[in-house]
């Protein structure tokens, strides 16, 4: 009974721990060819589809999954898609699995559509979004709420997603709001080389920290969860 014990605290442990990685479904960066202009009113996100991102997710120096991101070209836009999959095995055992699979559509700078699907161990989740003259329509498995029109999902493939108050929750369709605790430069290994960036620390969809190089590339992140830290690291 003891032994059993163990187990269930310890699988409980790492549900938490984890968690907060899908909202790094988010986590997800690319180079920036060309933003849309602040002054016309357009969200500061690149107009051309960025070349795809791929992470390893890490836990206590461990590779327990991968977080995709790939941008598909269309008229006057591109779409995003997001996939995360993680496994942890303790003693050959499964403790733990997620699975998350969102689409973005982005059309002349803006966020015109959403739709996501999510396995988080034994739950499922379900988010559909779409843009309306009312602002932006979003149902999720609980209910139907509305966002502003320039909302943005909490996926973080650009820094601007970083700078927004608000934000849609990718795994849940809720609205959640963000803190930016602060902004420093930091020294990111990327393929041997030490790469300059700037990490925001937030509060919010994630809880840690997201670092960018100067054309918004996203390099490396770490989330903090219960004493447990998870780590981003751009694959080859």
Same mark, same amino acid.
């Given at each position: 009974m003891e032994d059993r014990r163990w187990w269930l605290t310890r699988r409980a442990a790492l549900r938490v721990?984890?968690?907060?990685?899908?909202?790094?479904?988010?986590?997800?960066?690319?180079? %920036? =060819?060309?933003?849309?202009?602040?002054?016309?009113?357009?969200?500061?996100? =690149?107009?051309? &589809? &960025? =070349?795809?991102?791929?992470?390893d997710v890490i836990r206590a120096g461990s590779v327990i999954g991968r977080h995709d991101v790939n941008f598909v070209p269309a008229d006057s836009g591109y779409?995003?898609? %997001?996939?995360?999959?993680?496994?942890?095995?303790?003693?050959?055992?499964?403790?733990?699995?997620?699975h998350h699979d969102g689409t973005e559509t982005w059309r002349a700078g803006r966020l015109r559509a959403f739709e996501s699907q999510t396995q988080d161990d034994d739950s499922d989740f379900f988010v559909n979004g779409h843009a309306t003259d009312d602002g932006f329509r979003i149902t999720n498995r609980k209910d139907t709420v509305?966002?502003?029109?320039?909302?943005?999902?909490?996926?973080?493939?650009? &820094?601007?997603?970083?700078?927004?108050?608000?934000?849609?929750?990718?795994?849940?369709?809720?609205?959640?709001?963000?803190?930016?605790?602060?902004t420093d430069s930091l020294s990111v290994d990327v393929d041997g080389k030490a790469v300059s960036a700037i990490r925001y620390r937030l509060i919010g969809v994630t809880d840690g920290w997201v670092a960018y190089d100067?054309?918004?590339?996203?390099l490396a992140a770490e989330l903090k969860k219960k004493g447990s830290d998870i780590f981003y690291r751009l694959r080859p």
């Open positions: 721990a984890l968690r907060g990685s899908v909202a790094a479904a988010g986590l997800l960066a690319a180079a %920036t =060819p060309r933003m849309a202009g602040a002054a016309s009113g357009d969200s500061l996100v =690149p107009r051309t &589809p &960025p =070349p795809p991102v791929r992470f779409n995003v898609r %997001t996939l995360i999959d993680i496994t942890v095995r303790m003693l050959g055992i499964k403790v733990f699995e997620y509305m966002a502003p029109a320039d909302i943005m999902v909490g996926s973080y493939w650009t &820094p601007e997603i970083a700078r927004r108050p608000l934000l849609i929750d990718p795994q849940r369709g809720r609205l959640k709001d963000q803190t930016l605790l602060g100067d054309r918004g590339r996203w």
